[in-house]
């Protein structure tokens, strides 16, 4: 897509019948809207179908504000209810990162960003360390740090530091909550809050590799694929909607190390891929799966 051309993106799901594209692209056509990009996908066991468009926004002799008005009646004929989505390409998603001290997925997405290739308006980074602000600061970028209690101690300050945490992100009004190796689980209040906003990277090896040093714990166990999985985030730990996963080999001549650094290598990876698929609408949450459309 060019730099230059502005796109106006309806995405929506709702009960499959008979019709549904013809009544999208006529009323799409009615209005003189020339549709560039267009995908469906109807999940048979649930009987739900998903769609994404994508329309040249200077076709239209209106802005998205007024394509939203129009496009809610055709929502409703359809029986959709709160499951529609009508974005502006031409207005920058917004996004919040928090981390704690590991860098590598910060820096990529930074680097993304100052290159261009994410196109995305990264409002603040907040860590529970200060490790990071350095890099962060250097990229324009607001550094909050806010310091947690140590692990098992002091409930009230930890509580304290999430409401703070809250406060800043909020603040911001962010398409994405991007967790990027922050090593403190969210609590239920927040989940719910950044429901459908919040993303999280981690290894793929759970369930079978919990806790603490989980690359020792795979290499002591020879294990052949490391991975990672880029998720949205739920009270239930490391088990929301997923997004994208991938994986790479390794043998017996790999060291601890040497899985280390191929596992960090494809969380920058998975987790770019995630945020960009994210603000870009592409991922269709439908109860604990997601539609993507690549």
């Not at 179908?49 to 239209?60: H, I, K, M």
């Not at 995305?120 to 970028?141: F, K, S």
């Not at 962010?174 to 609590?187: N, S």
């Not at 994986?247 to 190390?257: E, L």
């Amino acid at each position: 897509m060019s730099a230059r051309e502005r796109r106006y993106v309806i995405t929506l799901g709702c009960p499959d019948r008979t019709g549904i594209v013809a009544r999208i692209s006529t009323f799409l056509a009615e209005q003189g809207g020339w549709i560039v990009e267009a995908a469906y996908h109807t999940d048979t066991d649930t009987n739900w179908f998903f769609t994404r468009q994508e329309v040249r926004a200077d076709s239209l002799p209106y802005d998205v504000t007024e394509l939203r008005r129009r496009f809610s009646s055709v929502a409703r004929e359809l029986g959709v209810r709160s499951d529609w989505r009508v974005s502006d390409t031409g207005e920058k998603r917004r996004v919040v990162i928090l981390v704690s001290k590991a860098g590598h997925c910060l820096y990529d997405i930074l680097g993304r960003v100052a290159s261009g290739e994410l196109d995305v308006d990264v409002r603040a980074v907040i860590g529970n360390h200060a490790d990071l602000a350095g890099i962060t600061r250097a990229h324009g970028i607001p550094f909050h740090h806010v310091p947690f209690p140590v692990a098992g101690k002091d409930p009230e300050g930890k509580t304290a530091a999430f409401a703070q945490i809250r406060q800043l992100v909020d603040s911001q009004r962010p398409d994405a909550v991007v967790l990027a190796r922050f090593m403190q689980v969210l609590p239920h209040e927040l989940c719910a809050a950044w429901s459908g906003k919040a993303l999280n990277i981690h290894h793929s090896f759970l369930p079978s590799f919990m806790g603490a040093r989980p690359y020792h714990q795979a290499y002591a166990r020879g294990v052949k694929l490391v991975g990672a999985t880029c998720h949205y985030v739920t009270a239930e730990l490391d088990a929301g909607p997923i997004i994208e996963q991938e994986v790479g080999r390794v043998d017996h001549t790999d060291s601890v190390a040497d899985m280390v650094r191929k596992g960090t290598d494809i969380e920058k990876v998975v987790l770019a891929r995630g945020l960009r698929w994210h603000v870009e609408d592409r991922v269709l949450v439908h109860g604990n799966r997601t539609v993507v459309f690549h």
